[in-house]
C-alpha cells in the first residue's frame, strides 16, 4: 500500500470514488446531486490537501486534510476518507487516518475533528476509535440514511 499526495491526473479517480459513496446514500453527507465542482472544492483544491492510497498501483481510497474552521478555528485539521468497494476490510481507512494524522501534526494542526460521522457505519467509528478519536458528541436524527431513515451523526475529536 501506497499513501502519497494527489496529482491532478488522479482527480478522475478521486471524482468516481465521490459520485458512488455520495450515491451510496449510507455513509457520506454529500449525495447524488453534489456537482463536480461542490466535489472539487470539497475534496481536492486548496484549503484541502487531498491523498490517495494505492494498492499494487490500482486506486484504493482517498482522503483530504483540512482546516476544519476558518480563523480563531483553523488550528483543528478536518479530513474525510473514501475506500473504494473492492479494497474495504483491509484495513486502508485506519492506514489513511493515521497518515493524515501525521500530516496534520506536521503542518501545525493541534487537534483532529469529525464533523459527521454516520453512527450506523460502525466500520467507520471502530476505525476512528482505533486511531484515538473519541465521540464528543451526537446529533439526533441528523443523517437521512437511504435504507434506515434518520440515524445519528456523531462528532468525533481527537488531540493530536
Given at each position: 500500500m501506497t499513501i502519497r499526495e494527489?496529482?491532478?491526473?488522479?482527480?478522475?479517480?478521486?471524482?468516481?470514488?465521490?459520485?458512488?459513496?455520495?450515491?451510496?446514500?449510507d455513509v457520506f453527507a454529500y449525495d447524488e446531486s453534489t456537482t463536480e465542482e461542490v466535489a472539487r472544492k470539497l475534496w481536492f483544491d486548496p484549503p484541502a490537501t487531498c491523498f490517495v492510497c494505492e494498492v499494487d498501483g490500482a486506486f484504493a481510497g482517498t482522503y483530504?486534510?483540512?482546516?476544519?474552521?476558518?480563523?480563531?478555528?483553523s488550528h483543528v485539521a478536518n479530513a474525510g476518507y473514501m475506500?473504494?468497494?473492492?479494497?474495504?476490510?483491509?484495513?486502508?481507512?485506519?492506514?489513511?487516518?493515521?497518515?493524515?494524522?501525521?500530516?496534520?501534526?506536521?503542518?501545525?494542526?493541534?487537534?483532529?475533528?469529525?464533523?459527521?460521522?454516520?453512527?450506523?457505519?460502525?466500520?467507520?467509528?471502530?476505525?476512528?476509535?482505533?486511531?484515538?478519536?473519541?465521540?464528543?458528541?451526537r446529533l439526533p436524527n441528523a443523517y437521512r440514511h437511504h435504507e434506515f431513515g434518520p440515524v445519528d451523526a456523531l462528532v468525533m475529536f481527537r488531540v493530536l
Open positions: 494527489a496529482t491532478e491526473a488522479d482527480w478522475p479517480h478521486v471524482r468516481a470514488l465521490f459520485r458512488s459513496v455520495a450515491a451510496a446514500g483530504y486534510v483540512r482546516p476544519n474552521q476558518p480563523g480563531r478555528g475506500v473504494d468497494p473492492t479494497f474495504r476490510g483491509r484495513g486502508l481507512a485506519v492506514a489513511m487516518c493515521r497518515h493524515s494524522l501525521d500530516v496534520a501534526r506536521r503542518r501545525g494542526f493541534a487537534a483532529m475533528q469529525f464533523n459527521f460521522v454516520v453512527s450506523s457505519n460502525a466500520a467507520a467509528v471502530r476505525a476512528w476509535e482505533r486511531c484515538g478519536f473519541a465521540v464528543v458528541g
